[in-house]
């Protein structure tokens, strides 16, 4: 079965998923990304790599942090770019995903950064699109959210260089999360020796030991030793549907916070792909400690789906 | 109309049949094997060289689409499609719209059904009220209306009360009741076997639970009321166990498997194909080989279609939104063929399963080619392989798993009542 992302010469031609695309292409993104890092501080903080180039953000679910981190890539990348939020226009009216696609294209979009809450849309929209047209996935159900994936490893390899040597632990909702599915396919394709998941039996997903990952229960256990703890968010609803009794006993149980903290290296560091749940799944003290790199995953998030950007635009 | 059907390999299982041997068909009925009837003068003669002659396929479920979804398909497209497959008998589930809860839909529907004159129509009537669980539906009615058997087609009944009522009932009057096994609150929008590929690709899991935890109710509720029950498209490992200890302990029960079951794992869903999209979702490697395994040994009765065709832009959705479910007439043949060849069987044990066994569990006089049988034949060549696409199929709907695969068996005639339907 051929990978749906890569040209038959193996280039990337969309970001669908990080799980099947080789090592070669993220080090190409995470590298390319580098060179993205320092436009921020610039005067002018434009190159332009993607000038006359239309990028159309499709977010059938509602984002902000995606949807402007995307936005500002663009715009860095000197794209004309058009953000729209189809969940409250033409979806409400009835139109098909596919419909909406075809009257972009017309419209002469030359790449779309979709969001939609059911998995797999972006395969979808990837399978039907005009052969020049690329897809970058920026979230689709529980299914995959590549550039989150992408730049918690950026990030990581910003502050753990040596990759190969880490142990990190994904505490949370595991089941729910594309972010997770991302980051656990990023780690494992980038040699990360150890990927652990923490989280109650109801939180995960059935066999996902078969991704890579040792399965923990006990955060205590889990966080023992580990250079990296990434923090995955909490919904809400999660408690609706019987997979959990409180957010005061989540805390309890599976909240970060620094007496938990202090089991992992002294050096470890803490990431959350936001929104955050303070209290939640997560105590201040940790967000805002000195061990977090919160912030620093956002700013990063715009060099990297720059680097996605141009990578998929030819550059 | 006299046909003579020659030189061809005939194979029916129910009278042990398995040689060269001719047919000779006259009024409707099957007149000889082997030898000439005396006077007989063949107004048509086919020439079955090298092909091979069954009785009419059987099918213990296949989705007409009418009335209410015609926009899907239309009696007259599947019944062309039941001809190109040689499926001459068919059972058709209540999930129409209207729903088949009344004896007047019944009785239009095979009505319309006998107009187009090609293969029998059998319906199932709903069990309940609009499928709804709640209210049990006219049996004896619908049943003198043509109705074989009662059927809650996907819809699983929450209220165990109202089960152990309807099978009761049931049971009163002999009537067979058709159910496919899923726990609706474990099944509750899942799409997708509960396991690795689910876990990677982030669709919701039906655990293996749902269907053991509803063949466990099913099965003690059926041996308290003594009701005869048909479990519809058996998915799971732990399932085909079941019933085999139920059958073991001497449990009235029949079951089937879907065609597409035999061939397909989670793993097939690949990128989100939404043609992998089915109902009972498609399970692991280790199940695909119980439910064959369970088939080989007598566990599993039926092989079915499971014939169910979805228009084109209902699959055009991310795969948890596409209608589940796959075009299978034309692919039961073909796809039984496959199994049997896949594990080195004799022919004519895989094709019982689409012949006289599931004509036993219809309790309908079809599958055989005894002597005054109604003559419904199906010649076929195994030695043809075809691709499998939208253009070489006559169903309306063009979607199933095996979209671009090449598969050996083509019907070249179909008889149904002793005329050629296809061919």
Same mark, same amino acid.
């Given at each position: 079965m051929q990978n749906p992302q890569l040209t038959n010469d193996?280039?990337?031609?969309?970001?669908?998923?990080?799980?099947?695309?080789?090592?070669?292409?993220?080090?190409?993104?995470l590298d390319t990304a580098e060179s993205f890092v320092g436009v921020a501080e610039r005067e002018v903080k434009k190159v332009p790599l993607l000038r006359g180039k239309t990028v159309c953000n499709l977010f059938f679910e509602n984002s902000t942090r995606t949807r402007t981190t995307f936005e500002i890539a663009a715009k860095r990348l000197s794209a004309d770019v058009i953000t729209l939020n189809v969940s409250t226009s033409s979806q409400?009216?009835?139109?098909?995903?596919?419909?909406?696609?075809?009257?972009?294209?017309?419209?002469?979009?030359?790449?779309?950064?979709?969001?939609?809450?059911?998995?797999?849309?972006?395969?979808?929209?990837a399978k039907h699109v005009a052969p020049h047209i690329s897809v970058i996935n920026a979230g689709d159900g529980r299914h995959a959210h590549p550039t989150q994936g992408l730049l918690d490893v950026f990030t990581i390899r910003k502050y753990k260089p040596e990759m190969h040597n880490l142990r990190v632990a994904i505490v949370g909702d595991v089941l729910h999360s594309r972010v997770a599915r991302s980051e656990i396919h990023a780690l494992t394709t980038l040699g990360v020796p150890e990927v652990r998941v923490i989280a109650p039996k109801t939180l995960l997903p059935q066999d996902v030991e078969k991704l890579g990952v040792h399965v923990f229960h006990d955060m205590k256990e889990g966080l023992k030793d580990v250079d990296v703890v990434m923090m995955l968010r909490l919904q809400n609803e999660r408690m609706a549907g019987a997979m959990l009794p409180s957010s005061q006993e989540y805390f309890k149980t599976y909240g970060l916070t620094p007496e938990k903290l202090a089991l992992a290296k002294p050096d470890a560091i803490v990431m959350h792909p936001g929104p955050m749940n303070r209290g939640v799944e997560i105590d201040s003290a940790v967000a805002d400690g000195s061990q977090s790199?919160?912030?620093?995953?956002?700013?990063y998030g715009i060099a990297v789906r720059m680097a996605v950007m141009s990578i998929l635009a030819g550059n | 109309m006299k046909i003579h059907i020659k030189n061809g390999h005939l194979i029916d299982p129910k009278n042990g049949i398995d040689a060269k041997q001719d047919l000779y068909i006259a009024a409707g009925k099957i007149a000889s094997i082997g030898k000439v009837p005396e006077g007989f003068v063949a107004n048509q003669t086919i020439d079955a060289t090298d092909l091979i002659i069954i009785p009419g396929l059987v099918d213990l479920s296949a989705r007409l689409r009418e009335p209410g979804f015609e926009h899907k398909a239309t009696l007259e497209s599947e019944m062309l499609a039941a001809a190109a497959g040689g499926v001459t008998s068919l059972a058709c589930p209540p999930?129409?719209?209207?729903?088949?809860? !009344?004896?007047?839909?019944?009785?239009?529907?095979?009505?319309?059904?006998?107009?187009?004159?090609?293969?029998?129509?059998?319906?199932?009537?709903?069990?309940?009220?609009?499928?709804?669980?709640? !209210?049990?539906?006219?049996?004896?009615?619908?049943? %003198?209306?043509?109705?074989?058997?009662?059927?809650?087609a996907d819809v699983a009944i929450k209220d165990t009360q109202v089960l152990w009522r309807a099978m009761q009932y049931a049971a009163t009057f002999g009537f067979t009741v058709w159910l496919r096994p899923e726990e609706p609150y474990l099944a509750k929008d899942g799409v997708a076997h509960d396991g690795e590929v689910a876990a990677r690709l982030g669709l919701k899991g039906i655990p293996t639970a749902a269907e053991t935890l509803a063949i466990a109710s099913i099965l003690r509720i059926a041996k308290e009321t003594g009701a005869k029950v048909h479990l519809c498209r058996l998915s799971t490992s732990?399932?085909?166990?079941?019933?085999?200890?139920?059958?073991?302990?001497?449990?009235?029960?029949?079951?089937?498997?879907?065609?597409?079951?035999?061939?397909?794992?989670?793993?097939?869903?690949?990128?989100?194909?939404?043609?992998?999209?089915?109902?009972?979702?498609?399970?692991?490697?280790?199940?695909?080989?119980?439910?064959?395994?369970?088939?080989?040994?007598?566990?599993?009765?039926?092989?079915?279609?499971?014939?169910?065709?979805?228009?084109?832009?209902?699959?055009?959705?991310?795969?948890?939104?596409?209608?589940?479910?796959?075009?299978?007439? !034309?692919?039961?043949?073909?796809?039984?063929?496959?199994?049997? %060849?896949?594990?080195?069987?004799?022919?004519?044990?895989?094709?019982?399963?689409?012949?006289?066994?599931?004509?036993?569990?219809?309790?309908?006089?079809?599958?055989?080619?005894?002597?005054?049988?109604?003559?419904?034949?199906?010649?076929?060549?195994?030695?043809?392989?075809?691709?499998?696409?939208?253009?070489?199929?006559?169903?309306?709907?063009?979607?199933t798993p095996f979209l671009g695969l090449e598969l050996a068996g083509k019907v070249k005639y179909t008889l149904v009542n002793g005329h050629v339907v296809h061919g």
């Open positions: 193996g280039e990337l031609k969309h970001l669908l998923s990080i799980e099947g695309l080789p090592k070669r292409i993220l080090n190409q993104i409400s009216k009835g139109e098909t995903i596919l419909d909406t696609i075809d009257n972009l294209t017309a419209m002469h979009a030359d790449m779309f950064v979709v969001r939609h809450a059911q998995s797999g849309a972006a395969h979808m929209i790199v919160i912030l620093p995953q956002v700013t | 999930d129409t719209d209207p729903v088949l809860d !009344e004896p007047g839909l019944v009785e239009m529907l095979k009505h319309r059904a006998k107009q187009l004159n090609q293969a029998h129509v059998y319906p199932l009537g709903a069990l309940t009220h609009q499928l709804a669980g709640k !209210e049990i539906t006219e049996m004896c009615e619908l049943s %003198e209306a043509g109705c074989v058997g009662f059927s809650q732990e399932g085909v166990e079941m019933v085999r200890a139920a059958k073991k302990t001497g449990q009235q029960v029949t079951c089937d498997v879907s065609a597409n079951h035999l061939h397909l794992t989670d793993f097939d869903i690949g990128y989100f194909d939404a043609n992998t999209h089915l109902k009972p979702p498609v399970r692991s490697q280790r199940d695909k080989t119980a439910l064959s395994n369970g088939l080989a040994d007598g566990t599993i009765d039926a092989i079915c279609s499971d014939h169910t065709p979805v228009d084109d832009d209902a699959k055009l959705y991310p795969f948890a939104e596409a209608e589940a479910g796959a075009t299978g007439l !034309e692919l039961l043949l073909p796809l039984t063929l496959k199994w049997a %060849e896949d594990n080195k069987l004799k022919l004519s044990d895989a094709i019982k399963h689409i012949t006289q066994v599931p004509a036993n569990i219809l309790g309908v006089a079809a599958g055989d080619l005894s002597v005054n049988a109604s003559a419904d034949v199906c010649v076929f060549d195994p030695k043809k392989y075809w691709k499998i696409e939208p253009k070489a199929l006559l169903s309306q709907g063009k979607n």
